[in-house]
């Protein structure tokens, strides 16, 4: 019987894959599309395919090793160096179990993705992968495409470009959703720490943040957790990252935790006052500028509604004690609009949109 429910998860993997995609995807084991899970210690880790097979898998073992010493919260030197040398490997005593599976994917100009997984028992157990198989953002699938608090901490989704490579998308995939939770949460994320970090395809890393507490700046570390990922049709990640090291308390304009906000589609939503709607799709700039694109064409079209028909690329946008001013020289006379962010959203798609109402 156990035989028979083996075959069955396999055909059913096959037939998930290809009614959706593209091209061809060889079967795709569940912990593919969950990386990491906090509760059941484990992390996958992934190779570069332009490289011979062997020292393929070898690279994604040693990167799915250092994924689970991220969350143990161990330090792996000596246990990577074992592996290396063909030994077993143990962790505190407890043997640590790998698998490792080729994936081809006519997706990618390079079509092969190695990936191996790394923890102490086998994963049995998982939530998104059937929604990652067939993922639909209009109907919110997986869930966490539309709620961030899917798993109830600190999260964010990170979408990528399309690119030629796994590899690449991934790397792409963590910076962008890496720099929604700094927004998110208020932390200082600084731009050499994020690329000292996010070098190779982990699922699990250690990033070092800054914070302000009674005006002198401290350094802590936090956990970031690839919680789960999908490639859609056309070959762009959208990867659920995680961290269970980020206070919940958040800046009044990120405040909304699940689907999207009234104001996009009823800007009196709110009640007497209307909220002016900008929106930003993918900026080279990465996510702040996103933000900031959204933000200067909501007050653009404020400064319109008060009778300021200016030229959107010579205005100035600058913020002031929580309002932001959109400042324009019309007939030698400098002028001015002030507004409020009530509210930025991130699209299951990767658009940004911003809310602003009229600040006195």
Known sequence: MERLWVMFLIVGLISGCSSHKRGAVEAVPPWFFEPADLRNKGGVGFSNPAIKEEKAYLIAKERAMKSLCNITDEDCTEEIKELKQGKDVY????????????????????????????????????????????????????????????????????????????????????????????????????????????????????????????????SRSIR???????????????????????????????????????????????????????????????????????IKRALFQLAKDEGLLVDYERISVKIDKNKWILKVLKEGVKQEVKGRVIGIYFSPSGKVFAGVVKAD
Not at 148 to 154: D, H, K, L, M, S
Not at 227 to 236: P, W
Not at 251 to 273: A, T, V
Request: aromatic share 14%.
């Open 91 to 218: 962790l505190r005593g407890r043997k640590v179990k790998f698998l490792t599976k080729k994936i081809v994917d006519d997706r990618f100009v390079s079509k092969e993705i190695y990936a191996a997984y790394a923890g102490f028992k086998k994963p049995l157990s998982f939530k998104y992968y059937k929604d990652c198989l067939s993922p639909d953002l209009s109907k919110c699938k997986p869930e966490w495409v539309c709620d961030y608090f899917a798993e109830g901490v600190a999260g964010a989704v990170g979408i990528s470009n399309i690119a030629p490579n796994f590899f690449d998308e991934y790397i792409t995939a963590l910076k962008d959703g890496v720099e929604k939770l700094s927004l998110m949460y208020g932390v200082d994320i600084s731009g050499f720490e994020i690329r000292k970090t996010f070098k190779e395809p982990l699922s699990t890393f250690k990033l070092k943040v800054r914070e302000i507490h009674l005006g002198k700046v401290k």
């Open 224 to 294: 970031i957790v690839v919680r789960s990922l999908f490639v859609d049709r056309n070959g762009k990640l959208f990867m659920y990252l995680i961290s269970p090291d980020l206070k919940t308390n958040r800046p009044d304009m990120f405040k909304n935790k699940k689907l999207k906000p009234c104001w996009i589609d009823d800007p009196f939503c709110l009640g007497g006052e209307y909220v002016y709607v900008g929106v930003c799709g993918n900026h080279i700039g990465g996510v702040k500028e996103q933000v900031n694109t959204a």
